[in-house]
């Protein structure tokens, strides 16, 4: 596991390929309601963000398709991996995501899995998609940087 610099967190799980397909307008800090065996398995290093998001729905968001594996020791306890889990958000942020999220091409994407002062936390962006020439640009712009940054290094 990953120490995060930051905030002296753990962190689990990153999404890489969410920074790829699309622009990250913001992001937010949430926690996340899990069970014994979950936190367990996290700990262990055991989720995959790859095709999660986040919806808003009731007034409340909920986390979908985040891939949490059984715990090893855990019976009867373990849950579905793939269960929706709802995030923990003020009102307040939750009518704002809500309005973010209205626009067309604007997403909730959860970016890193972390524990926090042994709490465990979401990075959430919101997250507007790329278009296949919006990728090609950044990695254009990403092959410059490195070619002046060996140049000057010299």
């Given at each position: ?70 715990y ?38 959860p ?11 979401v ?13 090609r ?17 010299r």
């Amino acid at each position: 596991m990953a120490v995060d610099k930051e905030d002296g967190g753990h962190v689990v799980a990153t999404n890489r390929k969410a920074r790829y397909d699309y622009t990250v307008v913001e992001t937010i800090e949430t926690g996340i309601v899990l069970t014994g065996t979950e936190v367990k398995s996290l700990r262990q290093g055991h989720a995959n963000l790859g095709d999660s998001y986040a919806l808003v729905k009731n007034g409340e968001v909920w986390l979908v398709g985040t891939h949490i594996s059984p715990y090893d020791q855990g019976s009867y306890s373990n849950v579905e991996p793939l269960r929706s889990r709802k995030l923990l958000l003020h009102r307040k942020e939750i009518r704002k995501l809500a309005a973010q999220t209205v626009d067309k091409g604007v997403t909730l994407i959860p970016l890193k899995l972390y524990f926090s002062k042994n709490i465990a936390k979401v990075l959430l962006g919101v997250c507007r998609g790329k278009r296949q020439y919006d990728r090609r640009h950044d990695i254009a712009e990403r092959e410059i940087e490195r070619d002046i940054r060996r140049r000057y290094a010299r």
